[in-house]
């Protein structure tokens, strides 16, 4: 069976075929992240950001049931705007195809149909993880599985410290997944820099983490990689602000009776509440910061790639 | 290395290699499932099932060592009479070869072999899942994994609801395994039309679960799907009735000390006394219902893959 | 993207070419088990057991960044005084390479590379498995997580009694791994020979085993194998004396604080002050006696490819 073909902008499908660099973006940012017009404005910010750093973004979604790689702005502009669109994980995939709906696509998603591209590097904001209190939900994000089998490098600002971090790197571990920080030791937490628990491995240029992603897929592994690429230090919040907003928020989640599907949604939108917008402002900041880096390395992966070793 | 070919029966193999639609069968079901005469009834039955619906049936088996797809009347007639037959997952499959064993396939043996057949459709009655006290045994069935790798659709009527359904549905989205319920919103239980879960997907034709199917595949996951069918009204328990008896039966198993393996054959076989037979009426026409949706969606799924799209 | 091709040695490049019976084995046992010059001792011990049962052995190690398979002596003994030599599992070897770093291989790393090398058994001590309270810290050995993805055979003797050997086994189940005990019906428990778990199969000649290994690969489940070997009767510590110690080191870890990545090493340290150096002679014992038994199964695992069934 031959496999699908995502659609691909025509700039993107000519930089593929030149063996120039990508970088994909996920659009659940835009669909499910943001209100408008601040979704649009963040999309166009980020993409801008990829540009100037020397890569093409690719910013992926479905519209009517179709599988996109590469948004021009109109279709950024009717996206951010659109209504009754859902949020697809890679499973929802195809009965979003059937039922010819347009779907924000989460990280599980977008490194799916990065893949299918021919992408091999996405920027983010967070990924999923372990829940708090998985060991007794087993409430665990399709993205770590995904990384744990599908190729494409996330860069992001860690997980999100709603989740438990530590069982977060417990599960990438056992996954088998590399996590890479960029220039530091430790493992950032979206919001702050440090999340208490080291990284893996530190690797200090765009340079050298491309190099270790060439050669940990010519090892056949199947896997994805984490860059874990912390907050600019002016961005970032304080961890005791941050983590007692989340406590806060947390709490009354609990109260409320608030679980699974609509736990995540809740939780970010309450703490951009008590942080009076500095959360999103942050978490703007930080996406930013994941594209500029993942640009460079898309610039010395396909320059690696291009070389022939 | 290539890969081994089951041995298929003569009807089987010309389906298959004409493209027409094949719907696998299971056979712990025959093994170990019902008593003799009962069990080969019950086979014949759902096999007369698959063909009025313009299918093929292939039950799935191992005799003496060899890989079966495909019975006839006189192999199912002394499978099901068959003593010192063993019970084989996938990864039992090569030792039962070795040892020339004779085994009823479980749902994650029966998968393999289907896929390595060429048969894209499974229909049974449950799938194993997530125990209850899963968080302190770590006792999840291999049937999940299996769905996490292995193309095959099963069509199913939910997961037995001994199990811990909530769990179940949670592993499945960390395996990336697309849940679709048949002409309804919920997930059902087994004996039961509602689980107190929703499924992720509602399609209400098996043209378009086949094609939901057909896309997934196009995709390159490499997961299986689960396709979730109600138990017929007429034939459903009530939900109070099978909770109950559930919950005595399971007290029954703490007291007596009986775990691990010996749990779900236990409280399998004391549900069907607790119910005076009611249990094993209703799992006969539930397994019924789902090759009947099974083998309308390997014609659907025929004319697609035939479509050459 | 074409694999990489680890280094051999002339010696292992020539046997795999001819499809002679090699084995691999690992090296942290090198670089983090054993002081020089035992650890030396011990790693020709173990290549010598190889040879007089007909293989050849192939120690796998990365050496200066670079990935080999195959070590001289004089190789070896530069790896066995080598200072700043990392641990290096499956994820972390191309970060290794990257920092050009010399590194002993975890189970996970070695079953990859041998993989890559065209090498298809290996011999160890323990694999890694679940550990004590992971229903909390989910922390899980990435060794498990490869045996259900590489096709690597590992004989071992068992998984350490310091780890949840009943979690353990469920993990393997649901990863779909076949556990194959070599002339025993009980699991083996590393420093003794029964665990008081079964193992799910019993195969009691290195040629059935291979047979199994054969016709479990033609699956086309990708799945490794585990054979559990248990440690010879002369060399077994009694399940008493070794429960005790094992308790009293567990104990003196939690008192001190010491968990997550040093938790192992002091244990197994530990265990051999309390022991009076027992434990590690028992160690040595029991990799030989799998050394021994990998290296008849690649005997005969050559014989039956080159008979191209
Ligand atoms: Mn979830
Ligand atoms: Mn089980
Ligand atoms: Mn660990």
């Given amino acids: 069976m031959t496999l699908l ?18 970088v994909a973006l996920e659009s659940t940012i835009i669909t499910h992240g943001m209100p408008y017009p601040a979704n649009l404005e963040t999309a166009l910010g980020v993409e801008a950001v990829i540009r100037e750093n020397g890569a093409v973004p690719a910013t992926i979604a479905v519209i009517d049931g179709e599988l996109r790689v590469g948004l021009v702005h109109r279709e950024l502009d009717e996206l951010a705007q659109a209504k009754r669109v859902v949020k697809a994980s ?18 599980s998603a977008t490194m799916l149909l990065a893949d ?46 709603i989740l438990d971090i530590a069982k977060t790197l417990e599960y990438l571990e056992t996954q088998r997944v590399p996590v890479i920080a960029y220039g530091t030791e430790d493992f950032p937490a979206f919001f702050t820099r440090k999340s208490g628990y080291k990284a893996d491995h530190r690797l200090d240029t765009p340079e050298e983490i491309a190099e270790a992603m060439f050669l940990h897929h010519k090892l056949g592994t199947g896997t994805g990689l984490m860059i874990a690429n912390p907050i600019p230090e002016a961005a970032a919040l304080t961890p005791e602000f941050i983590d007692g907003t989340i406590a806060d928020a947390v709490r009354e989640a609990d109260e409320k009776g608030i679980g699974r ?31 500029r880096l993942a640009a460079r390395m898309a610039v010395a992966y396909a320059a690696l790639k291009k070389s022939g070793r």
Same sequence: chains 1, 2, 3.
């Fill in 5 to 22: 073909k995502p659609k691909l902008s025509r700039e993107v499908a000519e930089t593929i075929a030149a063996g120039g660099p990508v």
């Fill in 90 to 107: 890679g499973r929802d995939l195809a009965v979003a195809m059937v039922k010819k709906q347009s779907a924000g696509t989460t990280v």
């Fill in 116 to 161: 299918l591209a021919g992408i091999d590097i996405f920027a983010t904001g967070g990924v999923g993880g372990v829940h708090r209190g998985a060991e007794q939900t087993f409430d665990i994000s399709a993205d770590l599985t995904e990384l744990g089998r599908t190729k494409t490098a996330v860069v992001c600002a860690g997980v999100k410290s």
């Fill in 261 to 291: 599907k609509e736990l995540t949604p809740f939780l970010l939108a309450r703490i951009n509440e008590l942080s009076r917008g500095e959360s999103l402002k942050a978490n703007i900041e930080l996406v930013k910061n994941n594209a």
